[in-house]
């Protein structure tokens, strides 16, 4: 048996982000945890490109776009869908996971689903802020170990 393992090293990897501005209070708190990650993983700042859409339900084109480009290895979507906020939840949050998912095996990039789907805005906030859930953070994480894995392995 072979197992790949290698450690987490963003040296040379290129990021699209999609944030959407939605629950814009919340996407800044996963963009500051998105970006302190990818800086301690040793992503350039200038590998990685950031794009605002309207909410969760333009992400996957904004994606899209991104993966398209093949400028990126690495596509993160962050924003947040409360269920409390919208009788539409079901849909924006199903349309936006499945997307997303349509997108990265598509195209052969990753797309990491950063887009928190909770009951109320306060059990999104403690995901999303760096001190507590810091779920940007493992975002980037995700992106840089599956760039790594769609680039290197096979
Ligand atoms: N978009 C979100 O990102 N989060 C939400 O909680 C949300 N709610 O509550 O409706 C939301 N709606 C907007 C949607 O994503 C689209 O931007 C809009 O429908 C225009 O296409």
Not at 17 to 37: K, M, P, S, W
Not at 105 to 132: H, N
Request: charged share 25%.
């Amino acid at each position: 048996m072979k197992e790949l393992n290698f450690p987490l090293n963003g040296d040379g990897i290129r990021i699209g982000i999609v944030a959407c501005r939605f629950n814009d209070a919340i996407t800044h708190q996963l963009l500051e945890g998105t970006l302190a990650r990818l800086k301690k993983f040793e992503v350039k700042d200038e590998d990685i490109d950031l794009v605002w859409v309207a909410g969760a339900f333009e992400a996957p084109l904004a994606a899209k776009s991104f993966a398209d480009s093949k400028k990126v290895n690495a596509v993160i979507c962050l924003g947040a869908v409360i269920r409390g906020e919208t009788p539409h939840f079901d849909y924006v949050a199903g349309e936006a996971s499945a997307g997303i998912m349509r997108v990265s095996l598509d195209t052969g990039v990753p797309v990491i689903f950063g887009i928190l789907t909770t009951e109320d805005y306060a059990q999104a906030l403690e995901r999303a802020a760096v001190k507590s859930g810091d779920k940007g953070g493992d975002c980037a994480e995700a992106a840089i170990e599956m760039a790594q894995i769609v680039k290197d392995s096979f």
